[in-house]
């Protein structure tokens, strides 16, 4: 189980859900280039470098295939994952992905996290900053303008994977008729929607987000490790 976080976080965010499904699943939890602890390279990396860079990753530490949840341009990564390295894809979970094709601009998007603050966790907000400054603004703005001009609906089209596609009903970033209608054009789509939760379902809710999870990513048709279960993260 590999969890990938949004736009200018870090895995700091993805601890709370990686919590929770530690009992179950082996699960990772990586920083991509530019963000957290991992290197910075010169320019921010476009959404296909940061797919590329997460299948280097996992050669590297030995991994050939793996579930996956990713958060708002989590998703976007993973969806270009599936895509291009297929083989290295057993099922996804979308969480809150972006962009709504109705909502591309830059402007929108920002005004969307104002929005979600008060239905968040507070403590949030502290860890969002940290990793902000971290990461710095011209990444940020450079990682978010290759996230709004990609293109994900068109793309989730040719996932063959089962994927499940989770909101939370306060969610402002990402609309309701947006996430129905990808779920529904995805080959093996499915839904479920988080009663009460923002955009950062996997910190603010992960017990409710792990009750969503289990029963797609434990079905019979996928054998759930036996041994050495544990967490691990790349931070300290």
């Given at each position: 189980m590999i969890l990938v976080h949004g736009l200018g976080m870090s895995s700091r965010y993805m601890i709370p859900l990686a919590e929770h499904l530690a009992p179950h699943l082996r699960v990772y939890a990586p920083d991509l280039p530019g963000?957290?602890?991992?290197?910075?390279p010169p320019q921010a990396l476009t959404v296909r470098q940061l797919a590329d860079a997460l299948?280097?990753?996992m050669h590297k530490v030995g991994l050939t295939r793996a579930a996956f949840v990713?958060?708002?341009?989590?998703?976007?990564?993973?969806?270009?994952?599936?895509?291009?390295?297929?083989?290295?894809?057993?099922?996804?979970?979308?969480?809150?992905?972006?962009?709504?094709?109705?909502?591309?601009?830059?402007?929108?998007?920002?005004?969307?996290?104002?929005?979600?603050?008060?239905?968040?966790?507070?403590?949030?907000?502290?860890?969002?900053?940290?990793?902000?400054?971290?990461?710095g603004i011209r990444r940020y703005l450079q990682t978010l303008r290759s996230m709004v001009d990609n293109h994900i609906a068109e793309k989730a089209l040719r996932i063959s994977q089962p994927?499940?596609?989770?909101?939370?009903?306060?969610?402002?970033i990402v609309p309701y008729a947006f996430v129905t209608s990808?779920?529904?054009s995805l080959p093996q789509g499915r839904f479920a929607s988080i009663p009460g939760a923002a955009h950062g379902i996997n910190?603010?809710?992960?017990?409710?987000?792990?009750?969503?999870?289990?029963?797609?990513?434990?079905?019979p048709q996928e054998r759930a490790p036996t041994e050495d279960l544990s967490f691990k993260s790349d931070i300290d």
């Amino acid at each position: 189980m590999i969890l990938v976080h949004g736009l200018g976080m870090s895995s700091r965010y993805m601890i709370p859900l990686a919590e929770h499904l530690a009992p179950h699943l082996r699960v990772y939890a990586p920083d991509l280039p530019g963000f957290g602890l991992s290197d910075k390279p010169p320019q921010a990396l476009t959404v296909r470098q940061l797919a590329d860079a997460l299948a280097a990753w996992m050669h590297k530490v030995g991994l050939t295939r793996a579930a996956f949840v990713g958060n708002s341009l989590g998703c976007e990564v993973l969806v270009e994952l599936a895509v291009v390295h297929p083989q290295l894809v057993d099922r996804l979970v979308l969480q809150g992905p972006t962009p709504d094709p109705e909502a591309r601009g830059i402007a929108r998007q920002v005004l969307g996290f104002f929005l979600i603050a008060p239905f968040e966790r507070w403590s949030l907000a502290w860890v969002a900053l940290t990793d902000y400054v971290r990461s710095g603004i011209r990444r940020y703005l450079q990682t978010l303008r290759s996230m709004v001009d990609n293109h994900i609906a068109e793309k989730a089209l040719r996932i063959s994977q089962p994927t499940l596609v989770v909101w939370g009903t306060r969610d402002y970033i990402v609309p309701y008729a947006f996430v129905t209608s990808l779920a529904a054009s995805l080959p093996q789509g499915r839904f479920a929607s988080i009663p009460g939760a923002a955009h950062g379902i996997n910190y603010s809710h992960p017990e409710a987000f792990t009750a969503a999870l289990l029963p797609f990513l434990l079905a019979p048709q996928e054998r759930a490790p036996t041994e050495d279960l544990s967490f691990k993260s790349d931070i300290d």
